[in-house]
Nanobody
Framework: QLQLVESGGGLVQPGGSLRLSCAAS????????IGWFRQAPGKEREGVSC????????YYADSVKGRFTISRDNAKNTVYLQMSSLKPEDTAVYHC????????????????WGQGTQVTVSS
């Protein structure tokens, strides 16, 4: 069964760190760009970070530049999102999704969405 599964979310204090994982099953990640998206209650979904199939190109939303790092290990069929210096406004459900090729980090270009993992930043 083709799916993406997110993990690594949780409750963290402001200034803390988390590493999210997006694991693929039923298909090989090598040929797909992967994006991380988040949606907070009452807000639209936004593209946080995306990475091309071989990792040579990345995109970061302005709100996370310098704090988040996206990476991938195609041998492990997994993409990671290292989040540091977390802020309360980073609180959201984080999803990963895939797309063929590389263009933008717009959510409408991505498919095969995972169920998401909750990230809560609070003291």
């Amino acid at each position: 069964q083709l799916q993406l599964v997110e993990s690594g979310g949780g409750l963290v204090q402001p200034g803390g760190s988390l590493r999210l994982s997006c694991a693929a099953s039923g298909f090989t990640l090598d040929y797909y760009a992967i994006g991380w998206f988040r949606q907070a209650p009452g807000k639209e979904r936004e593209g946080v970070s995306c990475i091309s199939s071989k990792g040579g190109r990345t995109y970061y939303a302005d709100s996370v530049k310098g704090r988040f790092t996206i990476s991938r290990d195609n041998a492990k069929n997994t993409v990671y999102l290292q989040m540091s210096s977390l802020k309360p406004e980073d609180t959201a459900v984080y999803h990963c999704a895939r797309r063929w090729g590389w263009s933008t980090c717009a959510d409408y270009e991505y498919e095969s969405w995972g169920q998401g993992t909750q990230v809560t930043v609070s003291s």
